[in-house]
């Protein structure tokens, strides 16, 4: 029988088969490409970002009586209250690999083990401090042979299954590079813990959602492509200036898109070892 008209039950119908795939919706290549041409979209809104936030004054109004800069200040401040002014030594040695897809893996040969031995892809801004790291890692060392070491520009775009319509996008990083990348993840996600954010249990997030389905007096708000919408300006204003270094030697500057080289307006992608708790945290 028909559902009665209300809100939740035209969100149902609207929502429902949303990610069922068959041979009446979107073909692969065709959400395929919708996913590039999205990506590709929100690139260009970040491209007119780096510029906006280059250009806006400091004096400039951004809501009733708070200037830009202070809002920048104390935001800034906020952020080295959690990370601190630079990341540690220590901790930089502390990475990790997943067992994800790299630029020189697949995702069939991709065992978090198997990436300590054989070919490893890095950018050339992040191979001195990756050497500098292998340093205090002699087991590592020991076995990496360094004509195995290859220099890639940047990361290698695919997408993955999203819904009937459309595909996601993701990026293949450098191997050296995502090793790297996932230490300076796991200092901000240790710093936003510490601030009682943990990104590690979802258990808050759930009762207050739970909270607000019963009374109405919360809601979720998803932002479409929030990941690849962090720009590269938004990162080097309010991050310190430190953590800006390296983060920006360890991200790729450019992405391989169907064998053209694209530079990367958004600073990190979905595949970086850092975008999910650099996002968080901004």
Same mark, same amino acid.
């Given at each position: 029988?028909? +559902?009665? /008209?209300? !809100?939740?039950?035209?969100?149902?119908?609207?929502?429902? @088969?949303?990610?069922?795939?068959?041979?009446?919706?979107?073909?692969? @290549?065709?959400?395929?490409?919708?996913?590039?041409?999205?990506?590709?979209?929100?690139? %260009?809104?970040?491209?007119?970002?780096?510029?906006?936030?280059?250009?806006? #004054?400091?004096?400039?109004?951004?809501?009733?009586?708070?200037?830009?800069?202070?809002?920048? &200040?104390?935001?800034? #401040?906020?952020?080295?209250?959690?990370?601190?002014?630079?990341?540690?030594?220590?901790?930089? *040695?502390?990475?990790?690999?997943?067992?994800?897809? =790299? =630029?020189?893996?697949? %995702?069939?040969?991709? #065992? $978090?083990?198997?990436?300590?031995?054989?070919?490893?892809?890095?950018?050339?801004?992040?191979? $001195?401090?990756?050497?500098?790291? +292998?340093?205090?890692?002699?087991?590592? &060392?020991?076995? @990496?042979?360094?004509?195995?070491? %290859?220099?890639? $520009?940047?990361?290698? +775009?695919? =997408?993955?299954?999203?819904?009937?319509?459309? /595909?996601?996008?993701?990026?293949?990083?450098?191997?050296?590079?995502?090793?790297?990348?996932?230490?300076?993840?796991?200092?901000?996600?240790?710093?936003?813990?510490?601030?009682?954010?943990?990104?590690?249990?979802?258990?808050?997030?759930?009762?207050?959602?739970?909270?607000?389905?019963?009374?109405?007096?919360?809601? =979720?708000? /998803? +932002?479409?492509?929030?990941?690849?919408?962090?720009?590269?300006?938004?990162?080097?204003?309010?991050?310190?200036?430190?953590?800006?270094?390296?983060?920006?030697?360890?991200?790729?500057?450019? *992405?391989?898109?169907?064998?053209?080289? #694209? !530079?990367?307006?958004?600073?990190?992608?979905?595949?970086?070892?850092?975008?999910?708790?650099?996002?968080?945290?901004?």
């Amino acid at each position: 029988s028909a +559902l009665p /008209d209300s !809100r939740r039950n035209t969100y149902l119908k609207e929502e429902f @088969l949303t990610k069922f795939v068959s041979s009446e919706t979107a073909p692969p @290549l065709v959400r395929r490409t919708r996913a590039i041409n999205k990506w590709l979209a929100t690139e %260009r809104n970040n491209e007119a970002t780096n510029e906006r936030l280059l250009t806006t #004054h400091g004096d400039y109004n951004i809501l009733p009586r708070v200037k830009f800069q202070d809002f920048v &200040e104390w935001c800034q #401040h906020f952020i080295v209250s959690i990370v601190g002014e630079f990341p540690l030594w220590e901790d930089l *040695t502390r990475g990790s690999f997943s067992g994800g897809a =790299t =630029t020189s893996r697949k %995702r069939t040969e991709s #065992h $978090p083990a198997g990436k300590y031995l054989g070919q490893a892809h890095v950018t050339r801004d992040a191979l $001195p401090l990756f050497m500098k790291v +292998l340093e205090d890692l002699p087991l590592w &060392e020991k076995e @990496l042979n360094l004509t195995d070491i %290859r220099f890639v $520009p940047g990361n290698v +775009l695919f =997408t993955v299954p999203k819904n009937a319509d459309i /595909d996601r996008v993701c990026c293949k990083e450098p191997d050296l590079n995502m090793y790297l990348q996932k230490a300076c993840g796991d200092i901000i996600r240790r710093g936003l813990k510490r601030k009682g954010i943990s990104l590690n249990d979802q258990s808050r997030n759930q009762e207050l959602a739970r909270q607000g389905s019963i009374d109405g007096s919360l809601a =979720t708000l /998803d +932002l479409s492509s929030a990941s690849d919408s962090v720009s590269n300006q938004l990162v080097w204003l309010l991050m310190p200036a430190s953590w800006c270094a390296v983060l920006d030697n360890l991200r790729s500057p450019t *992405t391989l898109v169907d064998g053209v080289e #694209h !530079r990367n307006e958004v600073f990190s992608s979905m595949g970086n070892g850092f975008t999910f708790e650099l996002e968080s945290l901004l």
